[in-house]
């Protein structure tokens, strides 16, 4: 406000500069990890869990915060765990992904790629594609009824935005249709996607496909649930060796594909206060589970 002339406001943005318009533009779009690979919508889905619990000295303890207390809510399986105008991260930044990717495919389709760039055009396409399908995928866990084959047509799914344009009202679509749609983008991805990407943030045909068969296996499509298992097997199938693990360390497992062979495509869900090391303890009924070593 003080370091310029008030003509300064007036000046007009080279549109070049700011509106995406070339497959390497569409491509960074996708690799903005801060963006598409960070903050993933499944922490209402973590806090919910019962693999873990928080002992009431510990929880009494947690702070008394905005963006703590819906996580206080969601932890006590409460009816409502938003209140006084708080919003859903899960929610917000899951379609701030699905809006990225709308924006990459709705660019794309202006694109003529030279036979040169045809294996990048494809590979953009496919990594936007999947990454609307897992996070509807992610957001219909939060807040869609479980799929039911017999009643999806009648349950409330997602408002499906299949468009970059957000001054378009768009209704809520069933849960049939939801899971459709997940299903129809991956299936398409799988088709563009290369084998195995460069880098872990990147997915490539092994994530789809294990996408895929987690999708079938809900809706209890078995076969086709073992035949994606298979086919993300045989792009990838190394297993992290435990005996080289530090044990010593504070986090002992590699979260980066590089590193940890297991990692098919790599995201991160927001910090989340409850399973914290110093809050949270392993449910001990999970612990029996184990045997000893």
């Known amino acids: 406000i003080t370091g310029c002339g008030k003509n300064y406001l007036d000046l007009k943005p080279d549109q070049s500069q700011r509106v ?16 598409m690979n960070s903050f ?3 922490a209402l889905g973590i806090i919910g869990a019962d693999e873990y619990v928080v002992p009431d000295n510990r929880y009494s303890a947690l702070p008394a915060e905005t963006d703590i207390n819906f996580m206080k809510r969601a932890y006590n399986w409460n009816e409502i765990i938003f209140t006084g105008g708080e919003q859903s991260t899960d929610w917000g930044r899951g379609y701030s992904r699905i809006l990225q990717a709308n924006i990459v495919l709705d ?15 494809n590979q953009v396409k496919g990594e936007a594609l999947f990454h609307r399908a897992i996070n509807y995928y992610d957001l219909a866990q939060l807040f869609c ?13 997602l408002p499906l935005r299949m468009e970059a344009d957000v001054t378009i009202k768009t209704n809520r679509a069933n849960l049939a249709q ?7 983008d991956l299936e398409e991805a799988v088709t563009l996607l290369p084998d195995l990407p460069k880098v872990g943030f990147r997915p490539g045909k092994a994530a789809a496909f294990a996408l895929l068969a987690r999708l079938n296996l809900q809706l209890e499509n078995y076969g086709l649930a073992a035949e994606f298992a298979t086919k993300c097997l045989g792009n990838k199938k190394s297993l992290l060796d435990f005996n080289t693990l530090n044990l010593m360390a504070v986090f002992p497992f590699p979260s980066d594909g590089a590193a940890n ?4 495509f790599s995201a991160s869900v927001a910090n989340i206060a409850p399973v914290g090391p110093s809050f949270m303890d392993i449910e001990a009924d999970f612990l029996i589970g184990f045997a000893t070593n």
């Open 107 to 121: 660019g794309l389709k202006k694109v003529s790629p030279r036979q040169t760039e045809i294996n990048a055009y």
């Open 20 to 35: 995406p318009v070339s497959i390497s533009d569409f491509q960074a779009m996708m690799d903005n990890t801060g963006i």
């Open 261 to 264: 062979p297991e990692i098919l």
């Open 145 to 157: 009824e479980p799929f039911n084959a017999a009643t999806a047509g009648q349950y409330p799914g």
């Open 40 to 42: 993933s919508s499944h």
């Open 178 to 184: 939801t899971y459709e749609q997940i299903s129809k």
